[in-house]
């Protein structure tokens, strides 16, 4: 009798970069993801990588997550990571609009710059601070709000090109631009 072997998950391994301006989320969110922790103080990133798996009884995924500093100061170095990356996580701060329209102009150049046919996932960070009342209120005197889920999605669809033909959408630019929200710290 022949004995029956178990198949084994078919293995794929992505490389992931992330980027955005600094402060806006990425390392915390790359943290819970590889290390099921939150951090609890801010330490600034000048290049850090993570790895974390991913499994079905199908399929196993190998990420390789490169973090990257939004620093200015890293702006020569940090393309240097964008090189056979399988997609880019284009970061922003939901409770700072300022970096939002970072990722719109100084983020979506570069990437296009040094990887223009990698896929990008717009990430909105920090969605459980959407709630939070000392940041709304912060807000409020600056006479701002926290980015919406609606206004964002209604901007990543929208948003014309200033670099190519006018009226293009971002994700016809990307090469297929996907929006989401990791859960907040606290939800």
Same mark, same amino acid.
């Given at each position: 009798m022949k004995e029956r072997r178990t198949p084994q998950p078919v293995v794929v391994r992505c490389k992931l =970069?992330?980027? $955005?301006? =600094?402060?806006? $989320?990425k390392t915390a969110m790359l943290q819970v993801l590889a290390k099921d922790c939150y951090?609890?103080?801010y330490v600034p990133t000048v290049f850090e990588n993570y790895t974390a798996c991913l499994e079905t009884e199908e399929q196993r995924v190998e990420l390789s997550l490169w973090d990257t500093s939004g620093s200015p100061y890293y702006d020569?170095?940090?393309?240097?990571?964008?090189s056979d990356s399988d997609a880019v996580l284009l970061c922003f701060d939901i409770s700072r609009p300022e970096t939002m329209d970072s990722a719109l102009k100084k983020w979506r150049t570069e990437i296009l710059d040094y990887c223009p046919s990698t896929r990008v996932l717009l990430i909105g960070c920090k969605t459980d601070l959407r709630t939070d009342l000392s940041t709304l209120m912060e807000l409020s005197h600056q006479k701002q709000a926290p980015i919406s889920y609606e206004q964002r999605v209604r901007t990543v669809l929208f948003e014309p090109s200033?670099?190519?033909?006018?009226?293009?959408r971002l994700e016809e630019k990307f090469g297929g631009l996907m929006y989401g929200?990791?859960?907040g710290r606290h939800q």
């Open positions: =970069v992330l980027v $955005g301006d =600094v402060q806006c $989320g951090p609890e103080t020569n170095v940090r393309p240097l990571c964008y200033k670099r190519r033909e006018v009226g293009l929200e990791p859960e």
